[in-house]
């Protein structure tokens, strides 16, 4: 897109270079001259600034913010609109608590500018990420506005999230309590929240409470399916043992069906032969439940 503006500069500078004599143009049987003209014509980059301001945003919407900040050394007044760097915001980081009470002469440029620097820090350092925001005044220190940005931000990596709320329990509950598992299969809300917030590398206490946290919203999400909370906590379990056993090269003797419905009939109340037969061809044709961060 840099080079696309690059390029309309360009040829804003080289103007009209148009037919000169329109007696020639207007001679049907003139068409060695049009087709020489026509070949030599720049047609010029309007510019936008003369143009309907609705229509002017809209143009420069389409950027991302570094050929935003290209473009304000053209059009600085247009490229410098709140209206554009709201939306820059909203789109990577969708929701802040400096939103809702902006301080006091903060651009939305500006508000972007700082809240990519404290995402590069958190993906380096989380800790240092989070004070960085909030000595900046971008995010409030409460369960519920961390665990708010940390779900609707594309720009922190998963593993980081997990290691930040190794130590902030209490937003990793409110975290747990934003997802929606409604209508989807286990081993599906599984992955898709293991691809929000990255399983922890070693079984402990930090994996047991967050699958006790998953277990209880995936019921509250689907009451339908009459499973139990202490049910799913166990089919939680034996999904990320079978996705182990059958992705990881150094099983030699993988767990067949069978054995994998035998099993889940032991451990758990409730759930019947089909569904273990289900839950085993997801993980077979699928793969693990918790992907690995990149």
């Given amino acids: 897109m840099g080079q696309t503006l690059r390029r309309l500069q360009e040829i804003d500078r080289l103007g009209y270079c148009g037919p000169t004599d329109l007696s020639d143009t207007d001679d049907p049987t003139n068409v060695t001259h049009q087709h020489k003209n026509a070949n030599h014509t720049i047609t010029r980059f309007p510019n936008i600034e003369n143009l309907p301001p609705e229509l002017s945003l809209n143009i420069l919407s389409h950027l991302n913010a570094t050929d935003l900040c290209l473009a304000a050394c053209v059009w600085e007044n247009l490229a410098n609109d709140e209206i554009l760097w709201l939306g820059l915001c909203r789109d990577s980081w969708g929701y802040t608590s400096a939103y809702r009470k902006k301080p006091a002469g903060l651009t939305y440029k500006r508000l972007y500018l700082l809240l990519d620097e404290a995402s590069l820090t958190f993906n380096f350092n989380p800790f240092e990420g989070a004070r960085y925001l909030f000595r900046h005044g971008l995010l409030n220190d409460n369960p519920i506005e961390i665990a708010r940005f940390l779900h609707h931000t594309k720009r ?7 290691e930040y709320l190794d130590q902030r329990r209490d937003a ?11 209508n989807q299969f286990l081993p599906n809300a599984l992955r898709n929240f293991f691809g929000e917030v990255s399983a922890p590398d070693q079984r402990g206490d930090y994996l047991t409470e967050i699958i006790e946290k998953f277990s209880e919203r995936f019921c509250n999400c689907n009451p339908q399916l009459g499973l139990s909370k202490d049910a799913v906590f166990v089919l939680c379990f034996s999904l990320i043992m079978l996705s182990v056993d059958l992705a990881s090269p150094h099983v030699k003797n993988k767990m067949s069906k ?27 044709l699928i793969g693990h439940v918790a992907v690995e961060d990149r």
């Fill in 172 to 182: 990793l509950s409110k975290m747990v309590q934003l997802q929606n598992f409604e």
């Fill in 258 to 284: 069978r054995e994998f419905i035998k099993n889940t009939r032991r451990a758990t109340e409730g759930v019947s032969d089909d569904l273990a037969g289900h839950l085993y061809d997801n993980i077979y």
């Fill in 156 to 162: 922190i990596r998963p593993a980081k999230k997990t």
